[in-house]
């Protein structure tokens, strides 16, 4: 099978931990890696953000990704990327023309917008992954969201016109199904992890001593909840917290958000205990999660959650707020806590439950190491999104013989 896809802002190259790169990039280059392990030709096209890329980049054997221009070749928020659809569908539309692909998978909605304008002439089918929607973001951030006006209504449109939707938690299926997606062409496949790399055996980053440790590994938006987990720590003197991502320390306070959770911290009196590391290479995440005593994922919303995930596979339990994917992936009390957004005294108390009681920890870290393992493994993940491949090939061919003359 020939596989495109198309990722517009979220490029499976990029370095991890800026405003627009997290778990998307992560995700599609974990999937497409794994189909191209089990022999599926994959092709992600991403836009181009530097003049001096390559057209093509040979990630792994049977996966490359191409450089699609549309609008500067710089990087630029990816809500600014929508004017430009237009320009790579266009230049979607050229690739497929030459060498045309059974299927796309369009990640995020411009991506969508792109591959279903690209491949209208072409009768290609395509999925759908959205990663967020535009009507739980809009309902949780209200004046501050920057989404083009647009979105919400092209995100109802792309649920109702693309082959098959894969979404990533059940919460997700609520939300389409409300847009008027048709709850039979929606399949869900939870994003996966590395369990070769994100595992329990693996070296831990040392630490000092006399202070517990709890971690946060995630992109510096205010939507995060980091901000909340800094005034957590205000009831957690024995604590230290690390915050992995976003700029570099030199350049924190330069950052908009990093910025406002450095004068968070100091109002706090807790900047002492909390070490903002910037932005990590993936092969520093491991031993920084296994490090931890608790990790904490507390957004206000949250499409999926990667981070979790990757914890429970390190054998660390998890404190997550009851949102979105995270009522999925964290099974309350079994492999981690839940705590309700945007609590931090709540957040706090729960923290010193897990801080206070080794075994506790120990009981989570290793059911949640068992979850992971039997549910999240990335190849898992691709063996049901090929799955999902295969289901649509059938209905998009009859379709074709039927419209034929």
């Known amino acids: 099978m020939r596989v495109a896809m198309v990722s517009e802002h979220a490029s499976p190259l990029a370095t991890l931990g800026g405003v627009d790169a997290g778990g ?56 600014d990327i929508y ?42 089918p395509v999925l759908q992954t959205f990663h967020a929607l535009g009507v739980v973001k809009r309902r949780h951030q209200g004046g501050k969201d920057t989404s083009p006006p647009a979105r919400i209504e092209h995100e109802v449109a792309i649920a109702r016109r693309v082959d098959q939707v894969i979404a ?31 595992r329990p055996d693996g070296p831990a980053e040392p630490r000092q001593h006399g202070r517990h440790r709890l971690v946060v590994v995630s992109r510096l938006v205010e939507r995060k909840g980091i901000g909340d987990v800094i005034l957590a720590m205000r009831h957690l003197p024995d604590t230290e917290l690390v915050i992995a991502g976003g ?46 005593d608790v990790v904490v994922s507390v957004p206000w919303y949250e499409p999926f959650g990667i981070v979790p995930v990757e914890a429970m596979a390190c054998g660390v339990p998890v404190a997550g707020s009851a949102v979105g994917g995270l009522i999925d992936t964290i099974v309350d009390g079994e492999t981690g806590l839940h ?28 059911a949640g190491a068992r979850r992971a393992a ?32």
């Not at 237009?86 to 792109?114: C, E, I, K, Y």
């Open 24 to 79: 998307q990039n992560v995700h599609v280059a974990a999937l497409a890696t794994a189909l191209a392990k089990r022999g599926t030709d994959v092709t992600v096209y991403t836009r181009r953000d530097d003049p001096s890329l390559p057209s093509r980049v040979s990630m792994a054997p049977r996966l490359v990704v191409e450089h699609v221009d549309a609008g500067p070749a710089e990087p630029i928020p990816k809500d």
């Open 83 to 124: 004017p430009y659809v237009g320009q790579l569908a266009n230049g979607l539309r050229r690739a497929w023309a030459t060498r045309r692909p059974d299927v796309v998978h369009a990640h995020f909605w411009m991506s969508g917008l792109a591959s279903l304008a690209a491949t209208q002439p072409l009768r290609i």
């Open 168 to 198: 990533t938690c059940s919460d997700e299926v609520f939300e389409l199904v409300r847009m008027g997606a048709d709850r039979h062409r929606i399949s869900i496949v939870p994003c996966g992890v590395d369990l070769g790399t994100f």
């Open 247 to 292: 700029p570099s320390p030199e350049a924190l306070d330069r950052d908009p958000e990093g910025h406002r959770l450095l004068n968070l911290a100091r109002q706090a009196g807790v900047r002492d205990r909390i070490d903002f590391r910037g932005g990590l290479a993936r092969a520093d995440v491991p031993p920084l999660i296994r490090s931890a």
């Open 339 to 366: 705590v309700p957004p945007r609590d931090p005294d709540r957040l706090a108390a729960v923290l010193r439950t897990l801080i206070d009681d080794a075994t506790l920890r120990r009981r989570l870290g290793d």
């Open 374 to 405: 039997a549910r999240y493994g990335n190849d898992q993940v691709a063996a049901a999104t090929l799955a999902c491949y295969r289901r649509v090939l059938p209905e998009v061919r009859q379709r074709a013989a039927w419209v034929s003359p």
